[in-house]
């Protein structure tokens, strides 16, 4: 180790390497070559090349994508609703509730479906949720399609047709929640009740939604909604339907490079229409 400076005699000074400026700290200097990573203001990784082509799906075109799955999904919802009130085996458990205050009121399903909505989405505000465009969205499209659907469709009085009926609204509410939710605009307002009261009472998602909708079919059969082979074949048909046309329809997250994230909060929690 040299504690001084050599002196001026020494004959070898003239070989002392000078001393050279370092870039970074990666840089290695052997035989008068430098080698280095890239300097600290250069991007490291491949260079990008000017004839690369675009990405697939740029964020205008995937949020066209989103907002058709949505109102398209929404549609089918209210239109596959509609089918298992043609059927007459059985609604849903927000359907039996539906129907019971229709033929309590006089209203149409549709209507009464909107109604319920928004009266659910202010039990929101005291548990502080916060809704999105599909929320809003939910408690119009839903029963505009019902009701559009209803006066489409004849009555049907034959079990031979009202048995396909059902399978195809249970079908065809599985195509539509998988659309809707898959779009990642909000939870449905009743979806967003049962995850609110999760997280303010701390129970599971699982018996809240139980509880939930025990209790809208128990209230709309007192009304006059009506409960059957339908109404089971649903419960037991739902979830694996909307667990497979949620991957069906995901769509690719931007900052996720290309990864299909389904819809923020863990959308597997609530398959069912809000």
């Given at each position: 180790m ?5 002196s001026?005699?020494?004959?070898w ?9 370092v870039?970074s ?28 082509s675009?990405p ?14 949505l109102?398209?999904g ?12 043609e059927?007459?085996l ?12 229709a ?30 465009l ?12 019902m009701d ?10 034959a ?7 059902l399978v195809?609204g249970?079908?065809?509410n ?6 809707y ?5 909000g ?9 609110g ?5 701390g ?5 809240m939604r ?7 079919v128990?209230?709309g059969f007192?009304?006059?909604?009506t ?7 649903y419960?037991?048909?739902i ?7 949620l991957?069906?329809f ?5 900052s996720?490079?290309?990864?299909t ?12 229409r809000?």
């Open positions: 040299i504690s001084s400076p050599p001026p005699n020494w004959p000074k003239r070989f002392l390497l000078k001393p050279q400026s870039t700290q990666a840089t290695v200097t052997t035989r008068g070559h430098i080698l280095s990573t890239p300097p600290p203001d250069r991007p490291s990784g491949p260079p990008s090349s000017p004839a690369s675009p697939s799906n740029p964020p205008s075109g995937r949020l066209t994508r989103r907002l058709l799955q109102y398209v929404l549609a089918l919802y209210g239109a596959s609703s509609a089918l298992l009130v059927a007459g059985g609604l849903e458990p927000w359907g039996v509730l539906h129907q019971g205050l033929e309590l009121t006089g209203l149409t399903i549709g209507v009464v479906s909107i109604i319920v909505g928004a009266v659910v989405l202010l039990l929101w505000i005291p548990m502080r949720q916060r809704p999105g599909g929320t809003v969205s939910n408690v119009f499209v839903v029963g505009i399609a559009g659907t209803l006066a489409l469709v004849p009555d049907a009085h079990l031979g047709i009202r048995i396909p009926l195809a249970i079908l065809l599985g195509v539509a929640t998988g659309l939710i898959a779009a990642r605009f939870p449905g307002p009743r979806d967003g009740l049962m995850t009261l999760h997280e303010r009472t129970r599971s998602i699982r018996l139980t509880a939930i909708e025990v209790a809208v128990a209230t007192v009304l006059g909604g409960v059957g082979v339908g109404t089971v074949l419960a037991l048909a979830g694996p339907l909307a667990q497979l046309f991957r069906v995901a769509v690719p997250s931007a996720s490079g290309g990864s994230i389904v819809a923020a909060g863990q959308p597997e929690q609530a398959i069912l809000g």
